[in-house]
């Protein structure tokens, strides 16, 4: 038991301690991804589309535009991908909140069927403003610019859709498969009936 308790303490103690480089690297991860998805709320948590619409502003950014086709780029943002991302948080919300009104025995199904009509409509707008965002888009960089865009977002995402395949194959290779409990080499805890 005494054997038991000392090596949980030991675990306990030598899980809180990093490396200073692995610290450095989590930082840096950290602001790229805060520059990448900065949004005019922390709060606010990027949905579908809000993705699909930031990787092709970002994209455009990157490309060979005048400095006015920048500026009407980079104001997308605020005319799209911002109130895309409310109504997303919106969507959610609403969608959770449905979830918890049928959990319970004595549920309203007039009710249930009046959230799950809002939460259409605000699926359906997100879906017509990211169009309408697209359709911006394309008319401010040109359909020859759209279509080169279109081709390098689209090549972006199929290797980040290859690096999650390539993770989680890597992750059956060595026996962890998500939603498994992860094997340790820690002591099982005793039993209740067992004596010291």
């Known amino acids: 038991m005494k054997l038991a308790v000392l090596t949980l303490v030991i675990a306990l103690l030598t899980a809180g301690v990093s490396s200073p480089s692995l610290a450095q690297n989590n930082k840096q991860q ?12 922390s709060s606010y948590m990027m949905g579908r589309y809000s993705r699909m619409m930031n990787d092709m502003i970002s ?8 400095v006015e086709q920048k500026t009407k780029v980079s104001g997308l943002r605020d005319d ?14 609403a969608n959770t909140n449905i979830l918890k009104m049928v959990e319970d025995p004595a549920f309203d199904p007039a009710k249930v069927k009046e959230e ?22 394309r008319d401010t960089i040109g359909k020859e610019k759209y279509e080169e865009l279109t081709k390098s977002v689209s090549r972006y995402r199929d290797s980040l859709v290859q690096m999650r395949k390539n993770k989680q194959t890597r992750h059956q290779t060595h026996g962890v498969m998500k939603g498994e409990p992860v094997k340790t080499s820690a002591p099982a805890s005793p039993s209740p009936d067992s004596k010291n």
């Open 30 to 41: 950290n602001r790229m991804k805060t520059r990448n998805y900065s949004l005019k709320s």
């Open 59 to 66: 994209g455009a950014l990157r490309m060979d535009l005048t």
């Open 80 to 93: 799209y991908l911002y109130p895309m991302t409310k109504d997303e948080n919106t969507l959610r919300n």
């Open 116 to 137: 799950i009509g809002k939460s259409s409509e605000i699926d359906k707008k997100l879906s017509d403003t990211y169009v309408d965002g697209l359709a911006s888009l």
